[in-house]
């Protein structure tokens, strides 16, 4: 069982905007801001989306933030696009360790 | 460019031991921290283990502590897992992963991984 609680899927049009929640203790989302998300297509390694809860690499595009309150955070992807249709996973630092969410398939209709 | 390229997975019995290797080049490898990440057919993502720039600093997860050690030689630009004591539940795809900044833990460059099987 992970540590951080995610939907097992989400689903959206073209266009469309979709959320997806990252929920935590005391002990990682909710006492540090050291949220990140990352996009995983199949057969293939995941990719940075967001880090330090809001912020996005280089070369991430802007339909794609972050946010955190108390202990949950999202993932909002605006303008959905066919790419997007992957799956994602949440990690938040810990007081002991790391720990990634089971993971939210995306489903682009 | 960045690049890692991780080996030494294979086909180990239970109880048996692997040393997966992952070889960094495009960066200033011993001024980043490292993990390993591991992802079992058709699950999610787990971290396993990490190790500060210098090598001075160790973290693994309750699922390996005891059993595995995280180490890097900075001279080689190399960072290793050894495995012992194998289980059927550390069958997994182990990914090698940059730290986006030298300590904070966002990975920004990930390999493709290498893959342990532990079965009979």
């Known amino acids: 069982q992970s540590a951080l609680t995610q939907p097992a899927s989400v689903s959206g049009s073209p266009g469309q905007s979709i959320t997806i929640s990252c929920t935590g203790t005391?002990?990682?989302?909710?006492?540090?801001?050291?949220v990140s998300w990352y996009q995983q297509h199949p057969g293939k390694a995941p990719k940075l989306m967001i880090y330090?809860?809001?912020n996005r690499p280089s070369g991430v595009s802007d339909r794609f933030s972050g946010s955190k309150s108390g202990y949950t955070a999202s993932l909002t992807i605006s303008g959905l696009q066919a790419e997007d249709e992957a799956d994602y996973y949440c990690?938040?630092?810990?007081?002991?360790?790391?720990?990634f969410g089971g993971g939210t398939k995306l489903t682009v209709l | 460019e960045v690049q890692l390229l991780e080996s030494g997975g294979g086909l180990v019995q239970p109880g048996g031991s692997l040393r997966l290797s992952c070889a960094a080049s495009?960066?200033?490898?011993?001024?980043?921290?490292m993990t390993w990440v591991r992802q079992a057919p058709g699950k999610g993502l787990e971290w396993v283990s990490a190790?500060?720039?210098?090598?001075?600093?160790?973290y693994y997860a309750d699922s390996v502590k005891g059993r595995c050690t995280i180490s890097r030689d900075n001279s080689k630009n190399t960072l290793y897992l050894e495995m012992n004591s194998l289980r059927a539940g550390d069958t997994a795809l182990y990914y090698c992963?940059?730290?986006?900044?030298?300590?904070?833990?966002?990975?920004?460059?990930w390999g493709q991984g290498t893959l342990v099987t532990v079965s009979s």
């Open positions: 330090e809860v809001s």
């Open positions: 495009g960066f200033a490898f011993g001024s980043y921290a």
């Open positions: 992963v940059k730290y986006l900044r030298p300590a904070t833990p966002f990975f920004d460059y």
């Open positions: 190790i500060t720039g210098s090598g001075g600093n160790t």
């Open positions: 005391s002990s990682d989302v909710g006492g540090y801001n050291y």
């Open positions: 990690s938040s630092y810990t007081t002991t360790s790391i720990s």
